[in-house]
DNA sequence: TAACAGTATGTAATAATATAACATTTATAA
DNA sequence: TTATAAATGTTATATTATTACATACTGTTA
């Protein structure tokens, strides 16, 4: 069960314009697409983003700056990430594949570290840039 | 067998020094310690950082803004990449793990992406850390 | 050797991404 | 209410990375 977060007036601002992007925005790109709606400074921007993270609403695609709302109902917090990234178009899909998150969740090895998060990035061309 | 590049001046110079840090550096970081060699403007730091990266000598920890020099003999691109990030110390090392490259790489699914390169960043607490 | 192509370098300016510091306001709950 | 945490507003600044243009070096081929 995912938690409610009541998300501020800026978290919501910020949140509804990514997830209806559809895609992966980067932080003065909605800056600017927020100014009208009174959000003036980066940091702003930054400190709503930083929270919707926290609480899993976005992602940060970290190879390339930019944030993507969740596209996996059961993310409650971003601490199991995977997204595959065409080259060419720059699409970016969220991949929710219970295999490989167990196999990543559970994965341990010999140095004796403890993880608790990862982040994978697969790259690639998509179905529509591969034929072209 | 892994291709023998002859680095250039300043890929040589600027390899040298991530490879003697042990760990990762940042681009700006680097640079401070190169302007005694000679090495003036960022754009110098990246062009090498580039080309480094580009033959598989160093990677960057996309999530930390920063370079390290492989630590696996075998990684002639970087094109199949894993690293353990300790939240705490910020250590970081290249996770070579047969087992774990070979899922990844052969990994596919249902969206018709095809895959050629990935990476993957675990994050965590080292054996030190854990123990404080 | 000479001409060429590809790679690397030097330099200045600037773009893009992100955070520090400080004051104020709003929401939550004991 | 009163305390506390969370969020906001604002200015300035730090950090990371690229554009643009001129020059030089390296290896290959005519
Ligand atoms: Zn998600
Ligand atoms: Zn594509
Ligand atoms: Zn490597
Ligand atoms: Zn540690």
New interface residues.
Partial sequence: MQKEHNLSKNQKIIFDLIDKSGGPMKAYSILFNVQKKGIKAPLQVYRALDKLVEIGKIHKI??RNAFIACQNSSCQVSKATAF?I??SCENV?E?S?SK?SK??SN?S?S?????????????????KC?SK
Same sequence: chains 1, 2.
């Fill in positions: 970290e190879s595959s065409c080259e899909s991949i594949n490989l196999y990543l994965f090895d140095s004796g570290m403890k993880y608790s998060k990862y982040n994978l990035e697969f790259f690639g061309l998509c179905k591969k």
